[in-house]
């Protein structure tokens, strides 16, 4: 099935972390989406238990982190050199 021909109108911003011709959500996209629920979910817990966080899955968190926004902004500057080639 070929791909529908891409609309031009569409938020350049949603098109950046959106697949929009699927409707599905970029890979980097979703893994700062997961680092951030981690994280939210490590202080919250270290705020119901009065502990502090532990070391291992804070640092976890934050290499998902940090994996996610990199691999964003490689698949950002991908579309946008695929957008600048002619053709």
């Known amino acids: 099935m070929p791909d529908k021909p891409r609309d ?3 938020n350049p911003t949603l098109d950046k972390i959106m697949d929009t011709r699927s409707g599905v ?4 996209s979703m893994t700062l989406l997961v680092g951030g629920l981690s994280l939210a979910g490590l202080l919250f817990w270290g705020w119901k238990t009065d502990q502090e966080l532990p070391l291992w899955p804070a640092l976890l968190v934050a290499g ?5 926004a990199v691999r964003l902004a490689m698949e950002t500057r991908a579309r946008q050199a695929a957008a600048r080639r002619p053709g």
């Open 8 to 10: 031009k109108t569409l």
């Open 64 to 68: 998902v982190n940090i994996f996610g």
């Open 25 to 28: 959500l970029s890979f980097g």
